[in-house]
């Protein structure tokens, strides 16, 4: 996929202006240098603070379309920034950088959340960089990046400027992605997530006298694709990672509080697709949130959702809340990337999340955004 640009035979041309932003120090101008100018790179250990802006061009070519990348940098100090509606003019993409060694770069992060909602364009890509330094004393956990990233539904990329690990990664991967999408969508404001998140509260005692609903969820999808550990995370905040196919179907039934209402939920699993047709009437009977979860190393469970699509059409709840889930297991190689699940999500126009139970990532976000989107449509 990373190729260099060939002059053999004729490729389509695309010019993308992707920006960096971030806190002074995290090493910005160090990535962009370190991919721009590869072999001829050298990293430097003594901080020269940018001033104003600067950019440079790279050509890449990816899957047969050359394209022309045009990198900005800018200042992390204030009082070096330009305007920053003239800086994000045009903008493809948004690259957040913070420091893995400066646990204040990672707290200002959500200061760059809105300054991208104030000026960002419509269908601009926003992804999270954490920069690691060799032999610096991490302050950022080494999850909390990616959790982040999760949170707001954006890519997330480690990388070292140092000895440029990651590097190349990056721009690949996000080039890629930005060929794929046919459709550009619309940006989500990062302070609408904000406040959904907010209006979810969790509470183990929930007021008696105050007004309750319930709603049924069911998970379904292939053989061994994390349903189960999906739902015990949730449930019990437990990893459970079992490959027998138990004949059995589970019904965990929880209480949280959102908007003020007391939201009683069952959720039912069932442990292999197998078994599934002989109980799919009550499966799908009532339901309200239809979970459709694949594993991202998995292709086959990736390629089977449009069956499960048909499933839920037929058997399910015309009122139901239809959601695709991409079971991430970091620790395996990806046979699905995120961006097909991405689009594939919204040619079915519903959402997606992506998951990874055992680190426990995304898996409240799944459960707590689908009930508050389930609420506010007012489907019960």
């Known amino acids: 996929m990373d190729s260099e640009v060939d002059s053999g035979e004729e490729v389509a041309q695309r010019l993308i202006k992707c920006i960096f932003v971030g806190d002074a120090e995290t090493g910005k ?7 721009a100018l590869q072999a001829e790179y050298s990293f430097s250990s003594e901080y020269w603070p940018t001033k ?18 045009q990198i900005w940098d800018s200042a992390g100090q204030e009082r070096y920034r330009v305007h920053p509606s003239s800086y994000y003019k045009n903008a493809l993409c948004v690259f957040i950088v913070f420091s893995s060694d400066k646990k204040s770069t990672f707290g200002q992060i959500p200061k760059w959340f809105e300054e991208i909602d104030n000026h960002a364009e419509e269908g601009c890509k926003v992804v999270l960089i954490e920069n690691e330094f060799t032999n610096r004393e991490r302050q950022v956990n080494e999850y909390e990046g990616k959790a982040l990233a999760d949170k707001y539904h954006i890519d997330f990329f480690k990388a070292n400027a140092e000895n ?21 969508k619309p940006h989500i404001k990062f302070r609408n997530i904000t406040e959904q998140l907010a209006s979810i509260s969790l509470e183990s005692n929930i007021p008696k006298n105050n007004e309750s609903i319930s709603y049924k ?28 196919d138990l004949p059995k179907t589970d019904v965990y039934n929880k ?39 694949y594993n991202s190393s998995n292709r086959g469970s990736f390629e089977n959702i449009g069956n499960w699509f048909e499933e839920s059409k037929k058997a399910g709840n015309d009122n ?22 991405e689009e594939l999500a919204g040619r079915h126009n519903v959402k997606f999340y992506r998951v990874d139970a055992k680190m426990n990532e995304g898996v409240n976000e799944l459960f707590e955004e689908s009930l508050l989107q389930l609420m506010n449509a007012n489907i019960q």
């Open 29 to 35: 101008s160090s990535i962009i240098e370190c991919f």
């Open 52 to 69: 104003g802006t600067e950019f440079r061009y790279k050509l890449i070519t990816i899957n047969n379309t050359q394209i022309n990348l």
């Open 164 to 184: 440029g690990e990651g590097i190349n990664n990056i721009f690949y991967k996000t080039g890629q992605s930005l060929i794929d999408y046919q459709v550009i």
């Open 217 to 244: 969820i069911i998970l379904i999808g292939d053989c061994h694709t994390g349903k189960s550990s999906i739902v015990k995370r949730y449930i019990n905040n437990v990893f459970f990672d079992s490959t027998q």
């Open 255 to 293: 209480s949280v509080l959102i908007k003020g209402k007391t939201v009683n939920i069952a959720i039912w699993d069932i442990y292999c697709e197998e078994k599934f047709k002989s109980i799919e009437d009550d499966y799908f009977r009532n339901v309200n949130i239809i979970m459709i979860v």
């Open 320 to 341: 139901s809340l239809i959601v695709v889930v991409e079971c991430d297991k970091g620790d395996i190689q990806r046979n699905a990337e995120r961006f097909e699940g």
